[in-house]
């Protein structure tokens, strides 16, 4: 079975020019989730897609951060204008569905490494 | 909000001593918990999950236990190797996944 797929791997950009993460994930998996980890810290949750609709972007910084799902299957994240402290890796992650009150495992990718500066 | 706390931020032992990954957490609301492990410059692993209705979950050399009264799960490793050391991550699901800092683990071969 293949794995969630992330490109670039790694990109670095001067502040305020704009970038674009890719995400494809594990074939079947109806729930796509975009993290940002910035080191020494716990990924934090952006924005999660249930197909192609927004389930949750409470913490997606909208006036420079979006996201999109096109058909419900890759996903793309992007930074227009980026600041020095989004400095951080991308981390996308894919889940099956949950079903009553079991939930499954998420599946991460490599993530994408972005220094801004 | 949930917070999710991870002790010891770091931890070095010789290989063959078992290792003992603390991490607590504020609501104890959860669907379920999951350990994970990162290696430098890589993605996340999952190592197990367990469900809020169960109390442990076992894989191979790995158990993880989980108390939700008291907020609270431990990850056991059995007899490390040098090849165990890394990142380990724990991370609680409610509505959403909130994750500790990490603990990082170094076996001294």
């Known amino acids: 079975e293949a794995g969630v797929a992330q490109s670039p791997r790694y990109k670095i950009i001067e502040k305020r020019q704009s970038v674009a993460f890719w995400c494809n994930p594990i074939?079947?998996?109806?729930?796509l989730y975009w993290y940002q980890q910035i080191l020494g810290q716990g990924p934090k949750l952006l924005i999660q897609?249930?197909?192609?609709?927004?389930?949750?972007d409470s913490q997606l910084p909208k006036d420079r951060f979006s996201a999109e799902r096109l058909k419900g299957v890759d996903s793309t994240l992007k930074i227009q204008p980026a600041k020095l402290e989004d400095s951080a890796v991308y981390l996308c992650?894919?889940?099956?569905?949950?079903?009553?009150?079991?939930?499954?495992?998420?599946?991460f990718g490599p993530g994408t490494r972005l220094t801004v500066t | 909000k949930q917070e999710v706390t991870q002790i010891p931020a770091a931890l070095s032992v010789p290989e063959g001593e078992n290792l003992v990954l603390n991490c607590s957490f504020t609501?104890?609301?959860?669907?379920?918990l999951q350990w994970f492990r990162q290696d430098p410059g890589k993605g996340l692993t999952s190592l197990l999950l367990?469900?809020?209705?169960?109390r442990e979950q076992t894989s191979g050399r790995l158990n993880a236990s989980l108390d939700k009264s008291s907020g609270r799960s431990t990850l056991y490793i059995a007899a490390s190797q040098p090849g165990d050391s890394a990142t380990y991550l724990c991370?609680?699901?409610?509505?959403?996944?909130?994750f500790g800092a990490g603990t990082t683990v170094t076996v001294r071969a």
């Open positions: 992650a894919s889940s099956l569905d949950p079903v009553g009150d079991t939930s499954y495992e998420q599946y």
């Open positions: 074939s079947g998996h109806a729930t």
């Open positions: 897609f249930q197909n192609n609709g927004v389930v949750d």
């Open positions: 609501d104890s609301a959860i669907y379920n």
């Open positions: 367990i469900q809020s209705s169960q």
């Open positions: 991370a609680v699901e409610d509505y959403k996944l909130s």
